[in-house]
């Protein structure tokens, strides 16, 4: 298939990348950037250009993946081609594009992307929506070449599983950004917690997340809780944190414990 990227950050990188790599033929690239958009280019064989009205139109699909208010206004602008137009937006509904073109769809990676970071995509879950049957093939058909995890995901499952995702995934690495400044500031490194960290995600590839809870919350510990909340008194943002996360844990076990 050939293929139009509208994009150039990190999942337009990765889906670029995975797209040649299986064979398929990236004709364009196309970012406001024109350096940004011609260094993916060049990666990926393709042409390269920072002006929508100078998009070839010898693509089969444009795979727009760029930020979520600019979706939409991308897919105005690229309707009056007549082709394929997808999104990877795990927040962007299907119905909006449909008033500007019946050949649209979704075509979104759950996964959190880093341009310089390699990963094996074919791990990555592909969750598709079209506007018709035919166009959920399709996209599920290009899906299939690059993954082998395919998922039907209706606009309001996937706002579900985008807010599960930042749950999971972005509030997480914050919480490991403290946990590392406040290693820092005592004068120990982070390092001590990568061990910790992988065991906690090692338990989830088997288990619910709630029966493999550990810590002074899922105990209501109230001694050990305390004195943390002490070692933050000069941080009440961080005290604020600690205690709404230990109120939340302690009402979702209801007095039943995880693993301790």
Known sequence: MRVTIVGSGNVATHISAALKNAGHRIVQVYSRNLQHAALLAYHVGAGA???????????????????????????????????????????????????????????????????????????????????????????????????????????????VLHLAAVFACNFTNHLYGIGEALLKDSGMSFDMLRP?????????????????????????DETTMAAHLQLLEKQPRLQEIYEVLSQDIIKNHNGVNGDG
């Open 196 to 220: 910790l960290i992988a065991e906690t995600a090692d338990k989830i590839k088997e288990r619910s997340p709630f029966t493999v809870q550990t810590g002074p919350a899922v105990r209501n």
């Open 49 to 159: 250009t920072d002006d929508v009205n100078t998009l070839t139109i010898n693509t089969d699909l444009f795979i727009i993946s760029v930020k979520d208010d600019a979706v939409l206004p991308m897919v105005a602008q690229l309707a009056k081609y007549g082709k394929l137009i997808a999104h990877t937006s795990g927040a962007v509904e299907l119905l909006p594009m449909l008033e500007f073109t019946q050949q649209a769809g979704v075509f979104y990676p759950l996964q959190t992307f880093s341009k310089t970071r390699e990963l094996n995509f074919r791990e990555v879950p592909m969750c598709i929506e079209g506007a018709s049957e035919s166009i959920t093939k399709t996209l599920e058909d290009l899906a299939r070449d690059i993954s082998n995890k395919l998922y039907r995901v209706s606009s309001p499952q996937r706002k």
